[in-house]
């Protein structure tokens, strides 16, 4: 799931036939509910710092997802 940038807290986001299965080959959505702490805006320099950390970052979390 690619979560928008800026996202706040609260914020509900749908994982389209993500959901609980239901029938023989048909899956409902999830839905997700962001708990996220985030800076309200970010300087020039720590926009950058995070942006050099995503491409040095090797960890792919979606790795065993379905």
């Given at each position: ?8 807290a609260g914020?509900?986001?749908?994982l389209a036939?993500?959901?609980?299965p239901?029938g023989h080959?048909?899956?409902g959505d ?6 996220i ?9 720590e926009?950058?710092?995070y942006?050099?950390?995503r ?9 065993d997802?379905?």
């Amino acid at each position: 799931m690619n979560v928008p940038p800026g996202v706040q807290a609260g914020k509900r986001l749908r994982l389209a036939g993500r959901g609980y299965p239901f029938g023989h080959d048909r899956r409902g959505d999830q839905i997700m509910e962001g708990d996220i702490v985030v800076a309200p805006q970010l300087s020039d320099r720590e926009r950058q710092l995070y942006e050099e950390l995503r491409s040095l970052e090797t960890f792919n979390p979606r790795t065993d997802l379905l």
